[in-house]
């Protein structure tokens, strides 16, 4: 059984990926920054903030020496109210950045030596199809160029690491049903989460630094 890191699984998809694996047997490594959601909880819960380097560098310190074969890049936020390219809250825009560029690639840095100690270790990102160029749209703005913009670092960390074979994927959940895709969503968490589960499980070098959906079709980015 494999052991696997997931950031924001306390709610929302991070929750569900969590309890599929675990439900298969994997040992499952949780973080969060707020409350645990699970009723009842379970896995292993780890207190971890994305933006905050001091708390991802004592994150990686407690994880020391241990393989990881698989982590899922899924804390993130969406942004200010205000992030339209006329009328932009600059702040807030920092702040998405931050948590949803830097804070993947921060943690993922961090943990590169417990990747590297696994035999064919994999990295994903939970991106979404808004950061797409090919399809963007007007509004959303910051979080648009976040979604952009971790895309582009995770292809680049692709790179990177292909001579170790650790591989490396960009996924669109899909529009689900969570406290930020809302009730008004297409899709709910466990059908993101299985499909997730499946473009990660098919995963290899060959489809290494490329970004899919949850139902395994291919995005232009």
């Given at each position: 059984?494999?052991?696997?890191?997931?950031?924001?699984?306390?709610?929302?998809?991070?929750?569900?990926?969590?309890?599929?694996?675990?439900?298969?047997?994997?040992e499952v490594?949780?973080?969060?920054?707020?409350?645990?959601?699970?009723d009842p909880p379970f896995g292993t819960t780890m207190a971890l903030d994305v933006t905050d380097a001091a708390s991802v560098e004592k994150f990686a310190a407690a994880l020391d020496g241990r393989p990881i074969?698989?982590?899922?890049?899924?804390a993130g936020?969406?942004?200010?109210?205000?992030?339209?390219?006329?009328?932009m809250d600059f702040d807030g825009f920092a702040q998405v950045l931050d948590a949803?560029?830097?804070?993947?690639?921060?943690?993922?840095?961090?943990?590169?030596p417990n990747l590297r100690a696994a035999e064919k270790a994999r990295v994903a990102v939970i991106s979404s199809r808004m950061g797409s160029i090919a399809l963007t749209q007007p509004g959303h703005v910051a979080y648009r160029a976040s979604k952009a913009a971790v895309n582009m670092a995770f292809r680049c960390l692709a790179l990177d690491v292909a001579p170790e074979k650790i591989a490396?994927?960009?996924?669109?959940?899909?529009?689900?049903?969570?406290?930020?895709?809302?009730?008004?969503?297409?899709?709910?968490?466990?059908?993101?989460?299985?499909?997730?589960r499946e473009v990660i499980a098919g995963l290899d070098e060959a489809r290494s630094g490329r970004f899919f959906a949850y139902d395994g079709q291919e995005i232009p980015w």
């Open positions: 059984m494999a052991t696997i890191v997931i950031t924001g699984a306390n709610r929302g998809i991070g929750l569900e990926l969590a309890r599929q694996y675990a439900a298969d047997g994997h490594i949780r973080t969060m920054r707020g409350p645990d959601r699970a074969d698989l982590l899922i890049n899924n936020i969406s942004g200010p109210a205000r992030q339209g390219a006329t009328d949803n560029v830097l804070g993947p690639l921060r943690v993922t840095q961090a943990l590169l490396v994927v960009m996924l669109h959940p899909g529009w689900v049903r969570t406290d930020m895709g809302g009730p008004g969503a297409d899709i709910d968490v466990t059908t993101s989460a299985q499909g997730l």
